[in-house]
């Protein structure tokens, strides 16, 4: 067995945790499994996998079940991972060097998020997360949408591994999404009253309102998170950038999303905000500078965002170019767009006009 632990924290998860437990049972770890209140077949479910299965009193505190799980772990080298995530793909040998060379830092592993759209389960986009650590230089802190924190306070240095996980927590029915965004939300307000100076807070609490389609207070919270002096380069930083310029646009307006102009250079690498900054042109019926930018996106590198840097610009250029009376040219860039519904559907009616 290799000297790491993969903790888990579940409750109420039976649908999902087997299928996570089946991912990662053959890497040949230590399974820990906290579970923190189940009244399903949960615990029945992970006692065929874990090495250890354990109980937590839920207190309303994601950090304090991760780092109670990081405790009851036999290992110092922890690779944390949820019940709705499993390994499409891991390099164990990579692991087992990154902690004998690379033991200060954190491993970053890809996540590809998965919807369900017209009844198949599809990409919706990827994104990178602190994974894989030294439990005795990291902890979790904050009680929703815990993050990764050195004990002793140096910087983290953060490498992506290998690594790649498919999560579907995302994919959950209108209700369901909901009833999970307004739990956070509370929670996050509550942390927010002991930690108001954490922009981090803003984000996601601009984030809930957003899933729960209430762009305008989502615009309040983003802007309040931006107004910290903080490093471009953060993924987090760019992810509110590019949900406020959303936001922004769905509460129409537009004029005021012109202001990004302010912040381009500093975010010009980033395909999804190149991207966006397509979108906020096209909405301010500058159809010139919209394409500039869209065709900007397709040659830059993938976003968070899937399509960002290929089906999406080219569907907006499609639009404009339509709007403009070039139907040829929008028919040849709806037809790029592959089987994307809306760019189908475009090309269908105009072929039939």
Same mark, same amino acid.
């Given at each position: 067995?290799? !000297? ?17 437990? +089946? ?19 949960? +615990? ?88 894989? %650590? ?15 924190? #050195? ?9 992506? /591994? ?31 009253? *002991?930690? !108001?100076?954490? #922009?981090?807070?803003?984000? *996601? ?10 762009? $305008? ?14 490093? !471009? ?13 959303? $936001? /922004?646009?769905?509460?129409?307006? @537009? ?26 042109? +096209? ?12 065709? +900007? ?14 089906? /999406? !610009? ?6 404009? %170019? ?12 709806? @037809? ?6 809306? @760019? ?10």
């Amino acid at each position: 067995m290799h !000297p790491i632990s993969v903790c888990i924290i579940a409750k109420n998860e039976e649908t999902r945790i087997e299928q996570c437990l +089946k991912s990662i049972k053959p890497c040949g770890f230590e399974i820990v499994v906290v579970d923190t209140g189940s009244t399903d077949r949960t +615990k029945e479910i992970a006692a065929r996998y874990a090495d250890k299965l354990l109980d937590f009193a839920w207190c309303d505190d994601f950090s304090a079940a991760r780092n109670f799980s990081l405790r009851e772990a036999s290992n110092n080298w922890i690779f944390m991972i949820d019940c709705d995530e499993t390994v499409k793909e891991i390099d164990v040998e990579e692991l087992n060097y990154f902690r004998k060379h690379l033991s200060d830092s954190v491993g970053s592993v890809s996540r590809e998020n998965l919807v369900t759209e017209n009844g198949v389960l599809t990409l919706n986009n990827v994104d990178y997360t602190e994974r894989f %650590f030294n439990k005795k230089l990291y902890h979790y802190t904050g009680m929703i949408h815990e993050q990764l924190t #050195p004990i002793r306070g140096h910087e983290i240095s953060a490498f992506l /591994l290998q690594t790649t996980l498919l999560h579907t927590g995302y994919d959950m029915t209108p209700e369901e999404r909901k009833a999970k965004y307004k739990r956070n939300f509370t929670l996050l307000e509550k942390q927010l009253t *002991q930690d !108001p100076e954490n #922009p981090y807070l803003y984000y *996601q609490l601009g984030k809930s309102c957003e899933i729960l389609e209430d762009f $305008a207070r989502a615009c309040i919270y983003y802007d309040k998170g931006l107004e910290f002096d903080l490093d !471009p380069e953060l993924a987090y930083v760019q992810a509110m950038v590019v949900s406020y310029g959303n $936001a /922004l646009l769905h509460t129409g307006q @537009a004029e005021n999303a012109l202001g990004f102009e302010g912040i381009y250079d500093e975010f010009a690498s980033v395909t999804d905000f190149v991207y966006l900054m397509g979108n906020i042109y +096209k909405d301010n019926l500058m159809p010139e500078q919209a394409l500039t930018q869209y065709q +900007k996106a397709l040659q830059m590198p993938p976003g968070r965002q899937n399509g960002s840097n290929s089906f /999406l !610009p080219l569907y907006q250029c499609g639009l404009i %170019f339509e709007q403009l009376g070039e139907t040829d040219s929008a028919c040849a860039l709806y @037809a790029q767009c592959g089987d994307f519904a809306p @760019a189908v559907q475009r090309l269908a009616a105009l072929k039939t006009s």
